[in-house]
Every structure is written in C-alpha cells, then in structure tokens.
C-alpha cells in the first residue's frame, strides 16, 4: 500500500522542495547573467530560430523578464494557497486558523503599498491577484469552518457582495493599481441572481435581478473614468442586460392571457428604459445597438400584451402595429444613433413578421404547377385551397399572414407615395436615404402586396372562380403599375417598375396554370392575358423610359399566350393531336403580318421570331402522321416565303421557305412509298435551274445558293437517301457522275453552291460504295495496325500543322470568293 505522510510531515516536505527549487532557480539565473556578460564582450550574439530561420536571438528586456517571474511568483503562491486550504485547514484549530487567515490576507493587501510607494507597480499586481485570490479563499473557508448548514446560494451572494465591496474600496484608495475594480465589477455581477436562486424565485424573479444588475453595470460604465472598467462593465452589461431581457421575453411570449404578460411586458419596458438612457450618453455604436434593443424591447412588452388576447393566428398582427407606432418615436430628443437604432427595430419586427408570414405564399405561388398534371379535369374540389393544393395547411393558426403583408404594403406604399415629405418629417434625427433607397421601399411595397392579395382567397377559403380571378386581376394592376410608374418619370422608379413586372409576370403564370381546369377557362384566362399583353406592348412603346427589351418581352408574352388557345381549339372541336397543329399555325400567321407592319420597328424580330417558334409547335403536333406533317411544312414553307417578300427579310426568310418546302416534299415522298425519287424532283430541279439561270443573268451578284441551291437540293438529297438504301449499283453510280460534274462545273463557274452540294453528295456517295470494303480490309488487318496508322496521320498532320492551317485558310477564302 502506498505510505501517506501525516499533513505535517508532508508540508514540512514540500516546504524543503520549494527552498531546493528556489536556490537552484536562484543558481541558473546567476550563471545566465554571467554567459549573457561573456558574450557582449566577445561580440557575437547568441542564435536561435527567428521569424524567417534561424536569425541572431534579442535578450529579453527587463520589463518582460519582471513580468515572468512576477506570474511565475504569484502561480506559486495560488499554489500554496489552495493547497494550504484544501488539505492543512482542517489540522488547525480555531486560533490556528483565524491567525493564519489574518496574517495571510492582511499581509498580501499590505504589501503593495509599501511596493507603490517604491515604484514598484507591476509587483504591486502581482500581489494584488494573490490577495484577491486570498480572499476568495477566505470566504469559502469562513463557509466551511462555520457556515456549511447554510443556504450555499444565499452565502454566495452575500460574500460576492462584500467582496465587490472590499475590491471597490481597495481599489478607490489605491488609485495606482488596475485590478480591483474590474475585478469588484465581476463580483458585482453574482449577488442578485445567486439572492433569487436561493429564495427558489421564477424567470421574472432573475430576469428583474438581471436587468438591476445591467443597470448597475451601466452606471459603472458612464460614470467611471477607468478604461479598464468602463470595458469590464460594457461586458458585464452587455451579458447581463441581454440575458435578463430573454426570461421576459419568452414569459410574454407564452402568458396565457393579457393580465399574465403585464410583469413581462413591465420587465421588458423597464430593459427598454435602460438602454435608451444608456445610449444618450454612449458612442455611436453602443447608442444605435441601445436603440436597437430598446425598440424590440419595447415592441415585445406593448405587443405581447394585446398579443395575449387575440387568438393564435393573429398575434403577430399586434407586434407589427406596435413596430409601426414605434417610428413615431424618432421624433423624441433621444439622439441620432439611437433613433436609427430604434427605426432599424422597427425594420426587424416588420421583416420578422413578414418572414412568419410567407409560408402560405409559398405554398399558394407554387400550387398552380399541380395544374399540369390535370388539364380540363374540371375545377378542383376545396375551392381556391383545392386548386393550389393547400387544403392540409393549418389555415387558423396563419389567417393573419394577408393582414401582415397588406399593412406592411401599405405602409411601404405610403412612405413610397410621401417620400419626400417622409424625409423633411424625420430630417432632424435621422439621416435622409438616397433614391435607391425609394426604389427598394417600393418594389419591397409593390412585392407584399402581391403576395398578400396573392394569398387572400385561399386564406378566406374562396372558390376557385374568386382565386383565378383574383390572380387575372393582380396581373393587369401590376402591369397597370409599370405603364403608371413610367408615365410619373419620378426618382427611385426603376426599381419599382421593374419589381411590378416581374410580380405581374408571376401573377400571369399563375392565372394562366389555374385557367388549365376548365375549357371555359383557359379560353377566358388566355383570351385575356394576350389582350392585356398587347395593350402592355403598346403602353410601353409610347413611354420613353421603357427599355426595348421590356417591349419586346411583352410582344412575345402575347404570342406565347396566343398559341395555347389555338392549341385547345383543336382539342375542343374533336381534333386529333396532329390535326390540332393547323389551329395553331393561325399564330405564326398573325406574327408574318405583324411584321409587315411593323417592318423596321424594334419589336418585330422578336414577335417574327416568336411566331417562327409557334410554327415549331405546330410542327411538333403534326410529327405523328406523316401526311399531315408534309402539309404543315408546305404551310409553314408558304408562311416563309410570304415573309422573304419583304427586302430586309429576303435572305434567312428565302432559306427558310426552301428548307421548308423541300422538307414537305421529301416527306411527302417518303409517305408515298416511291422508289424512284427523280422522277418527281427532276421535274422541279429543271425549272428551278432555269429560273437560277435568269436571275443570274439579270443579276450577277445575286447567290449561287438563292440561284441554285433549291432546285438541287431537291433532287439530290432524296437521290442520295435512296442510294444508300438501293443494293443495286446504278444508282450510285449515276449519283455519283452527277455530282462530279456538279461539283465540276461550280469549281470551274466559282459558284459555291454548286461546289459544296455536289462535293457532299458525291463524298456521301463514296462512303456508301467503299464502306463495305473499308471493313472487310479492317477485318482482314492485324489489330495494332488500325492505331499505328492513326498514329502516324496525326504525327504527319502536326508535323505539317501550320501548312494545313494555312491551306485551310485559303480554302475558306476560296470559298468565301465564290457567290
């Protein structure tokens, strides 16, 4: 077993070890002091590793070195003194222990007098944490010997009262020393909260400690000169204020009527009082954050009680009303930093309300997706809640967010609507915002009372005809609100505009997914919106700040929307679905004729262009019957070239009809089961050459491609695709002679239509002829030969890179030559 030496045995042990320690301490120091001497005399310094290596080591200066041994000093006698207390206190009787108690701590807070007075500062600290160390030590001690069937809170308390006392006192009659009172200002922090724990007190017993406590710290910290403290006590109040506004905030929160969150509210008027006093007297950033906190404070004592006694789903509405009642008070001579703070409260309770609130905007905005899945299946059942597909919601526990969002609209709205005089009101303490600044107050304004009005029906419980009609009529107020805002011309509307184009858009998408339930509706829902787009392209095209862009969006918002009711016409007349793409081809052909009104204006390439896609769609529909497809084309085919008769669109709008017309006729050919293709395209190649011919002739700059290119489209791409299918070898033989006198004849002539068809052709028509014997001379060659012979190809090409580079160049200026 392990022999334990009785306590004096061991302390007289322990005593020996410390002397040996001190000599021996004692011993290094001197022979340091020697070898620092030895090596000034003989020039070098001592090294050791610096910053950047290892570099020529500083002594330590003296006040460092003081310093070291000062800590290491005071670390020695904290030792001894815990060690003294917790382990040899008990062997002492009660004279023993008073003597030792005395002699110790009075010689500690004597001893740095005598050391002040010498200069002696640093030493003096030293000392000082000791005894302070000491006479914690003292008090638990006192407890122990006398006290220990006390309540241990309540004796806590008490002597961390006398100890803020005794460190005050000590430190206020030695001026000179830094400790005392920062430390008095922590002990300071302990009696009234261990006071209410130990008489069992409630949240609202240590949040009233707390908040007197803040106060306390408060005083400290305006009335105080010391930076020292002035820092420990804006700490200390920083903690102890913000934890004693939570316990009332959290009772207020959850009183269970009006009379149980008075004490709270009283609580947290109280904290609100605190910290407008302190941030009169306090720099800028401590008296806005003061603001801050008074504002929420102030806001969470008057709203929690109306709060109280509304029901569940509306108590955020009194804390908005208190948030806006609160901006009357920037008025008060309460300072510039701290008005911000409490308009910046004000910010907080509104966005916090407005967060809480924009769960069912959610849901209802992104509701009319389902609408996809369940086109024309009739109006879905649990109203304007069934349609968006939140009938599951918790509608009572939300039915404020509407009122929310309107009055915080609102409210935007105005200062919106009276910014100027807004500014001249609140010019005294407040610093005046810049247009962006309005701008944002609208779009914000603009944003909420979309959604709040978005919400309404569904939160009302409203038939789905007042939820589709209600999306229809947010739609047109906004774009309504664009064409205004851009007619007034004033200051921060930009922003606004923009805002309600893009609420009106949202509101658009989603009048036109509800509309899809009912035939009668999607006919109304999209009769109407491209009425309302139209009218919106043409308010938008008489006011000069509208940007081209925003004009060009609406003109093809309008197509878009025409092209669904075009679609549903086939649907309602009994169509089948690639009958229903001739319905829709009357899109493309409204656009052809708008554009030729329309003719240099900025919009009309986009709506030409949107009309061309309409044209996609109806191509799409008729891609399942074949025959039907090739009338399509040839309709879209007659649509291209009506365009191309108009100069500025003559050249892609040509292209386009004879890509079209080409394509009816190959489909239409490959319908037709023929064999034989020439047979029907050279009779449209020979005519079509001819007119090529002409044209030429009366005009040599006009395009070998707009010359020749259709008329021999026609007849070689239908060749070439039934050469590759044909087993036979005539007709790739014939297809080939053609197209090498095709290609020929444009080498020779310079015309590049020519040259490149006929090239195409006749390279496609090779590969068709030699691929059969290109694998059989693969099969019969070993495998690395493959590799090998492309490694060597691209070993020869980059080799000779810069002269293939240079030929490929002259190639393309060749062709680009030809006409």
Same mark, same amino acid.
């Given at each position: ?21 001190? !000599? ?325 309770? #509104? ?14 905005? !992104? ?144 009048? #036109? ?76 052909? #409204? ?67 004879? #890509? ?99 090239? !195409? ?59």
């Amino acid at each position: 077993m392990e022999h334990v030496p009785p306590p004096a045995e061991e302390l007289a042990l322990l005593d020996s070890e410390l002397a040996r320690l001190d !000599a021996r301490r004692a011993q290094l120091l001197t022979r340091r002091a020697w070898l620092l001497r030895a090596l000034e005399a003989t020039g070098p310094a001592p090294w050791g590793p610096g910053p950047g290596g290892f570099a020529p080591a500083r002594p330590a200066s003296k006040r460092s070195v003081q310093n070291v041994l000062l800590v290491l000093g005071g670390l020695l006698l904290a030792v001894a003194a815990l060690a003294f207390t917790l382990v040899s206190w008990g062997d002492l009787g009660i004279g023993g222990r008073s003597a030792a108690l005395t002699a110790v701590t009075a010689g500690a807070l004597a001893a740095p007098v005598a050391l002040l007075r010498r200069g002696l500062a640093a030493t003096a600290e030293a000392l000082v944490a000791v005894a302070s160390l000491l006479m914690v030590l003292d008090a638990y001690a006192v407890y122990v010997a006398a006290l220990l069937g006390t309540n241990g809170a309540a004796y806590a308390g008490t002597a961390a009262a006398v100890l803020a006392l005794l460190w005050t006192a000590y430190g206020l009659l030695l001026g000179k020393l830094r400790l005392p009172l920062p430390l008095a200002v922590v002990a300071a922090q302990l009696p009234l909260v261990l006071w209410v724990w130990a008489a069992d007190g409630g949240p609202l017993w240590f949040s009233g400690a707390l908040l007197v406590t803040a106060a306390l710290d408060g005083a400290v910290a305006l009335t105080v000169g010391g930076t020292s403290v002035r820092v420990m006590a804006c700490v200390a109040l920083c903690a102890t204020g913000g934890t004693g506004l939570l316990p009332a905030l959290a009772e207020s929160l959850t009183a269970a009527g009006p009379a149980g969150a008075v004490v709270p509210g009283a609580l947290l008027l109280a904290g609100a009082v605190l910290a407008l006093a302190g941030a009169r007297r306090a720099p800028v950033a401590f008296a806005t954050a003061g603001g801050v906190v008074a504002g929420l404070a102030a806001v969470a004592a008057v709203g929690g009680v109306f709060a109280a006694g509304v029901p569940d789903g509306w108590r955020v509405l009194p804390y908005v009303l208190c948030a806006g009642a609160l901006l009357f008070s920037v008025r008060a001579p309460l300072g510039v930093a701290a008005a911000r703070g409490l308009g910046w409260a004000s910010a907080v309770v #509104a966005a916090g309300a407005v967060l809480v609130s924009l769960a069912p905007v959610t849901v209802v905005a !992104a509701g009319p997706v389902t609408r996809l899945g369940a086109v024309w299946s009739g109006a879905p059942r649990g109203g304007a809640r069934g349609a968006v597909g939140a009938t599951d919601l918790p509608w009572d526990a939300m039915a404020s967010a509407p009122a929310v969002l309107l009055l915080v609209a609102v409210a935007l709205g105005a200062a919106y609507r009276w910014w100027e005089g807004l500014i001249r009101w609140a010019a005294g303490p407040v610093p005046a915002p810049g247009p962006v600044w309005r701008g944002a107050v609208g779009s914000a304004a603009v944003v909420l009372g979309w959604a709040g009005l978005m919400v309404l029906p569904a939160a009302l419980d409203l038939s789905f005809a007042a939820a589709q009609a209600g999306q229809l009529v947010l739609a047109v107020a906004a774009f309504g609100l664009v064409v205004a805002g851009l007619r007034a011309g004033a200051r921060g509307v930009a922003v606004t505009a923009g805002a309600a184009g893009a609420v009106g858009a949202a509101g658009a998408v989603g009048a #036109a997914l509800l509309s899809l339930a009912t035939e009668a509706a999607t006919y109304t829902a999209f009769g109407l919106l491209v009425v309302v787009f139209v009218a919106l392209a043409v308010a938008l095209d008489r006011e000069e700040g509208a940007a081209p862009v925003v004009v060009s969006a609406a003109a093809c918002a309008a197509v878009v929307c025409a092209v669904v009711p075009m679609a549903a016409l086939g649907a309602s007349l009994g169509f089948a679905a690639h009958e229903a793409a001739l319905p829709v081809l009357v899109v493309p052909a #409204a656009t052809v004729l708008a554009g030729a009104r329309l003719k240099g204006h900025p919009v009309a390439v986009p709506v030409e262009v949107s009309g061309a896609a309409a044209g996609g769609v109806a191509v799409a529909l008729a891609a399942g019957d074949a025959r039907f497809l090739a009338l399509v084309l040839a309709l879209c085919g007659v649509l291209a070239a009506g365009t191309a008769l108009r100069p500025e669109r003559r050249v892609c709008a040509g292209y386009l009809a004879t #890509a079209l017309f080409v394509s009816a006729a190959w489909v239409r050919l490959a319908v037709s089961g023929v064999s034989a293709p020439e047979a029907y395209t050279l009779p449209v190649t020979v005519p079509a050459l001819v007119v090529g011919v002409l044209r030429r002739r009366r005009d040599p700059s006009a395009s070998s491609w707009m010359a020749y290119g259709a008329g021999l489209a026609v007849t070689l791409v239908p060749s070439l695709g039934a050469a590759w299918t044909d087993p036979h070898w005539a007709r790739p033989l014939l297809l080939g002679v053609a197209a090498l006198a095709i290609t020929l004849a444009g080498a020779r002539l310079r015309l590049q239509a020519l040259l490149v068809l006929g090239g !195409a052709v006749l390279a496609l028509d090779a590969l068709h002829e030699l691929a059969p014997y290109v694998v059989q001379v693969a099969g019969a060659l070993p495998r690395w030969v493959v590799p090998a012979l492309a490694g060597l190809l691209l070993l020869a090409v980059g080799a000779t890179y810069e002269k293939r580079l240079r030929d490929a160049r002259r190639l393309k200026e060749a062709l680009g030559r030809m006409r």
